[in-house]
């Protein structure tokens, strides 16, 4: 079967999981960066599905899911809904932990899990979507992301939704050449890379 684009299932959760883990690294494998490989895709991918499937996409094929988009319409009320029912079973299940000292950074992310609070910020008032968007290296080059993004953008336009916003590492140059070319422009910059907006 030729690779499609459709909604998320949940089905595709497992593969959303390892798609992330293999280019969570700005872009490259972080299977090395984590003993627990389940740690980033529930802070990067698993909630967003799960608190509104809509607004989720994926390319698969007969081999499986390639990649996906992954997204919220409302970033202040996706932060409370993960207070509400995302973190509370993690914080629990992952307490927080020193630097083991051997360069794996499972600690980093238990530490986000449990300091997370839902943070009002005026770039919502114009741009209140955010995503995240993953493929694996060999579905990279094929016109799927900008797919992705057009998909997803659709979806937030019926809704109403008037921007949409993400984060991106400086070392990512990859992906930043690849928000340019699907109209992202930059709105803030910072030390670990910058904020991008897209309007809708
Ligand atoms: C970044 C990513 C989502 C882009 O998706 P993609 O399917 O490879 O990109 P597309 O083929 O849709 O490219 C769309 C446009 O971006 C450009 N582009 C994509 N990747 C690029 C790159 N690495 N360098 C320069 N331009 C790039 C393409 O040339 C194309 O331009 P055009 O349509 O004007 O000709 C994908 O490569 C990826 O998942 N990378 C690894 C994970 C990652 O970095 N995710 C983002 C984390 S913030």
Do not use: K
């Not at 030729?2 to 992330?20: G, K, M």
């Not at 360069?103 to 609070?117: A, C, F, S």
């Amino acid at each position: 079967m030729a690779a499609v684009l459709r909604p998320f299932h949940p089905a595709d959760l497992p593969a959303i999981y390892r798609i992330c883990v293999l280019t969570g690294a700005a872009g490259g494998d972080a299977t090395a960066l984590y003993r627990n490989p389940d740690l980033l895709p529930h802070v990067y991918a698993g909630p967003y599905p799960v608190a509104d499937p809509g607004l989720s996409f994926v390319v698969a094929d007969s081999r499986g899911v390639l990649g996906y988009v992954v997204a919220t319409a409302d970033t202040l009320a996706f932060e409370e809904w993960l207070d509400a029912h995302w973190w509370p079973t993690l914080r629990a299940q992952y307490p927080v932990t020193a630097d083991p000292g051997d360069g794996t950074e499972d600690h980093v992310l238990v530490r986000r899990i449990h300091e997370w609070v839902p943070t009002p910020d005026t770039l919502y008032d114009t741009h209140p979507a955010h995503l995240h968007i993953d493929l694996l290296p060999r579905a990279q080059g094929q016109g799927w992301g900008r797919r992705l993004v057009d998909a997803l953008a659709e979806a937030l336009r019926e809704r109403g939704v008037t921007g949409l916003h993400l984060g991106v590492d400086a070392r990512n140059t990859g992906a930043i050449a690849f928000y340019d070319r699907v109209g992202f422009r930059p709105a803030r910059t910072h030390d670990w890379g910058q904020t991008l907006v897209l309007d809708l």
